[in-house]
């Protein structure tokens, strides 16, 4: 069970953050992370208040832009004093390494349980959200593109991360990602079937 003034401090404080952020990150992203953080702590011998910690501010650094968020999000953890009061110092650099080491495009496996947890329930394979929220973020931040050079930007993409020469990894056995990334990999396997859906999304 989580501290209930911990959750508090960072449902009060934290949380509204993440309302100025990209769509891809705003609270919804965030509320669902933490549930299936949660979700999959369940199955290991670890401390709820670090999983939910990690969780809640793994994207908070993305007030600094997108590129370095993950690191900027353990910097975060590590300089919120108010944390002290409810997690050891250990406990709080073990949220902070969980928040740097979520990142999919991360070459380097999460250095302990936490990450793990962090970044497998941070994944949200799903391909009609990964979709949309691929193109949301072509939309955002690269407004010159026309429909054509979208379309192209997002089905480039879905390759690069979740194609079976792509970088995603999955870390926890528990989770059911592997199954839903295999069903969002037969769509990568038919070009012309994803193209089509690519182009109904962004029109829709």
């Known amino acids: 069970m989580i ?3 911990l959750q508090s401090y960072i449902e009060e404080e934290i949380l509204p953050r993440y309302e100025h952020f990209d769509k891809a990150h ?15 702590s369940e199955y290991y011998d670890v401390n709820p208040d670090v999983v939910y910690t990690a969780a809640a501010y793994h994207d908070t650094g993305m007030v600094d832009g997108r590129e370095l968020h993950h690191l900027a999000s353990g910097r975060i953890i590590r300089n919120d004093s108010r944390l002290r009061e409810w ?3 250990e406990e709080i650099e073990t949220a902070a390494q ?20 962090l970044a497998e329930a941070d994944r949200q394979i799903d391909p009609d959200t990964i979709i949309i929220r691929t193109l949301q973020y072509g939309q955002e931040h690269y407004p010159e593109l026309d429909k054509k050079e979208q379309i192209d930007r997002a089905i480039d993409h879905l390759y690069e991360k979740y194609g079976r020469k792509g970088y995603l990894r999955l870390w926890i056995p528990e989770s ?6 295999e069903q969002l990999r037969r769509l990568l396997d038919n070009p012309e079937a994803l193209r089509e859906i690519v182009s109904g999304k962004l029109n829709s």
């Open 98 to 117: 969980a928040a740097e080491d979520h990142r999919a495009s991360s070459k380097n496996e999460p250095r302990s349980i936490y990450g793990r947890i």
């Open 26 to 40: 705003r609270l919804d992203h965030i509320n669902v992370v933490i549930a299936q953080s949660l979700k999959l």
């Open 87 to 89: 997690l050891t110092p």
């Open 176 to 181: 059911d990602n592997a199954v839903r990334l």
């Open 3 to 5: 501290n209930p003034q």
